[in-house]
């Protein structure tokens, strides 16, 4: 027996917005068990807690109809899928651990002239340097790490941003004071209830890459083609079909998910904004709020960002950090020296930040001194001694690509502004204008990229490296729309780079699998051919088993790849796997930083273990022809000579 429910409000929400897929299946989504009972918010603020960590059960919403998709070729549909159903924190699959899967690593030692030897050999090449090679090529977190070949002595000019890159920040202390002070705008300055203010800070639950579908609540995971790999709703994760029709089936085209209504999580900062919203969207869902009732999820998050980036404007994180700046900031020994060392090897060096002065004086003082320092020593502002040039309140990336935004010269003992008639003032300066203009003052506020390469002199952006966190703002913008060449700083490549390392021997045993699927649909593909060219029963009958047994044996290498990459991701992420890869490609994340950024490491400083006379070299990439040709297994069969 059945009887008509109400739909519960998750899937509401999930399908307010597409009304196409909503008469589509809506009459089978609401034939459900009398048993059925849709989840209860509870009341308590204890409860409430628990949503804010996503640790509420899930909610699945199987009445959808199985769909098949184009892209439902690879396990890796069913393996990263099911981190989002059942999110792995054992490391473990089905009782199998990753080291029972992890194939022995050879580290017997080997000189690099033994390494070498055939290709010294083929080339007749004598290198008495070799012996001085280590055995293994010691790859750090410390490297610079290059996708476009860059020469350190070819460049004018190296420009920093300051939040996440020359400043390091303590987490989660540093998110929090935003969190904290956002809850409480919320609650107090709008109305929202006072549950929000037990909510409770996870920065650990996130990752960078993701997008926020800020219409529908949402959280994405997409891969290089725009294709959505995997998806939650607030902290419940959205079965494999509703996905699919949110995302994929119920477009006339591929949606570009650059819509105003989706966010890019490409900075660190907006994990907070990630994990309000979340929180936000279970408490609308789950809770009786008659003021969440109405309002929309877009106007929701709107609200979040207002009031996370006023606590950036008021005071509330900046008045903390003057206070406390060992609490929330990271001493790196290595950013004076580097910055010395680019300026004494000629190169200009710039600091452009979307922070204010206040703000950057503080924490830039702290950096310089290593400690807190007093009113006095604070105005003195000697850590000004590093940079060539500072614009402060920048406003990227319209820095970057709106031409009409005005420049402003800061006062820096008291932070006042000052007029300035930017290039005409430059211009009218005469011979060595830029030069005569910053020794009025170097530190400014605003302004545009014109601004900023007329005061360093420089005409060509390629001569230009700008180093920074934000991967839109500063890395893709300056790359795309100026020819800047560009470097991303990313906190969490040590950690992406040593579970890596750690799983090597299951990834390769992941692209082994991979390879027998291939050759083995391949080979079942062949036999298809010939069974529909045969007439022969006899011989018909034969084709047949053997294409039976090809299936039967691709079924059972599939299942064991779905568990081998579902392990693999886990060890990354719990829930959302590996940052840059999305099921056995790129992910969008992976793919921008592959294609904006010319370099990247893990911190700013890392530039400066690198002499200024350094050249960069991309490795070579493949197609997939010439990847299957690579394999020492493949031989290729010319056509032509058959």
């Known amino acids: 027996m059945t009887r008509v429910a109400p739909l519960p409000k998750l899937a509401v929400a999930l399908l307010a917005s597409c009304p196409s897929v909503t008469s589509s299946f809506c009459s089978s989504f609401r034939t459900v068990p009398t048993t059925f009972k849709p989840p209860v918010l509870s009341k308590s603020r204890r409860h409430l807690k628990s949503l804010s960590c996503g640790r509420r059960p899930q909610v699945h919403l199987a009445s959808l109809p ?15 899928q099911s981190l989002a159903d059942y999110p792995v924190t054992n490391g473990s699959i089905n009782g199998v651990a990753n080291s029972n899967l992890i194939a022995a690593v050879d580290n017997e030692p080997f000189s690099a002239q033994s390494r070498y030897k055939d290709l010294l050999n083929t080339f007749q090449l004598s290198l008495p340097s070799l012996s001085h090679l280590p055995s ?29 890159t020359l400043a390091q920040y303590q987490q989660p202390a540093f998110d929090k004071l935003a969190f904290d002070g956002a809850k409480e705008k919320l609650v107090h300055s709008l109305g929202y209830p006072e549950e929000v203010l037990d909510f409770e800070y996870d920065h650990a639950y996130w990752v960078r890459g993701l997008i926020i579908d800020t219409q529908r609540g949402n959280f994405l995971k997409i891969d290089r083609h725009k294709y959505v790999r995997m ?21 006339n085209k591929v949606p570009s998910f650059t819509e105003k209504y989706f966010v890019n999580m490409d900075t660190l900062f907006q994990h907070v904004d990630a994990h309000l ?23 929701i998050y709107r609200q979040v960002r207002e009031c996370v ?44 930040t979307n922070s204010y002065w206040e703000y950057t004086q503080t924490a830039m003082n702290y950096l310089y001194h290593e400690k807190k320092v007093d009113g006095e ?14 614009v402060v309140g920048s406003c990227k990336p319209a820095y970057l690509t709106d031409p009409y935004l005005n420049l402003f010269r800061v006062v820096p003992e008291d932070g006042s502004l000052r007029n300035t008639d930017g290039l005409f003032e430059i211009e009218a300066l005469g011979e060595d204008g830029a030069a005569k203009f910053l020794a009025q003052g170097k530190t400014f506020q605003g302004g545009n990229w014109n601004h900023l390469q007329a005061m360093l002199d420089i005409e060509a952006g390629e001569e230009i490296l700008y180093v920074g966190d934000h991967l839109y703002a500063d890395v893709l913008r300056s790359k795309r729309a100026l020819g800047w060449r560009s470097c991303f700083i990313m906190p969490e490549l040590p950690e992406e ?87 056995y490609q790129d992910s969008r994340f992976g793919y921008f930083v592959k294609n904006y950024a010319c370099l990247y490491t893990s911190k700013a400083t890392n530039l400066g273990l690198a002499s200024t006379s350094r050249a960069f070299r991309t490795a070579g990439e493949l197609l997939p022809h010439d990847n299957l040709l690579s394999d020492k297994y493949s031989q290729f069969v010319d056509e032509e000579e058959g």
């Open 66 to 80: 199985d769909s098949a998709s184009s892209y439902d070729i690879d396990a890796d549909e069913n393996a990263e």
């Open 497 to 583: 780079m040593r579970i890596f390392q750690s799983q090597l021997g299951l990834r390769s045993q992941i692209m082994e699998l991979r390879k027998l699927r291939d050759e083995l649909g391949s080979y079942a593909d062949n036999l298809r051919k010939l069974f529909d060219q045969c007439v022969d029963d006899s011989v018909r009958a034969e084709l047949e088993t053997k294409i039976d047994q090809c299936e039967d044996d691709d079924h059972k290498v599939k299942e064991k790849l779905s568990d081998a990459n579902k392990d693999y991701h886990a060890s990354f992420h719990p829930r959302w796997g590996q940052m840059f890869v999305a099921g």
């Open 309 to 352: 980036d006023l606590c950036h404007r008021d005071g509330v994180i900046k008045d903390e950090v003057a206070r406390n700046p060992e609490k929330y900031l990271v001493i790196d020994k290595g950013l004076l020296p580097m910055l010395r060392g680019f300026r004494k090897a000629g190169v200009k060096v710039f600091l452009l």
């Open 136 to 164: 293994f090529r010691p790859i750090s977190a410390t490297d610079v790490f290059c996708n476009r070949e860059l020469r350190f002595d070819n460049l004018r000019a190296i420009g920093f941003d300051m939040d996440y």
């Open 231 to 251: 998806a939650y709703h607030g902290f419940q994760p959205i079965s494999s079909n509703m996905r699919k029709y949110l995302y994929s089936r119920t477009f």
């Open 277 to 299: 919203f979340a929180s936000l969207v279970e408490m609308k869902d789950y809770g009786e709020h008659e003021f969440l009732d109405g309002k929309t999820y877009e106007e």
């Open 377 to 390: 020593l604070e105005k003195k502002n000697e850590w000004l001694e590093l940079f060539d040039l500072v």
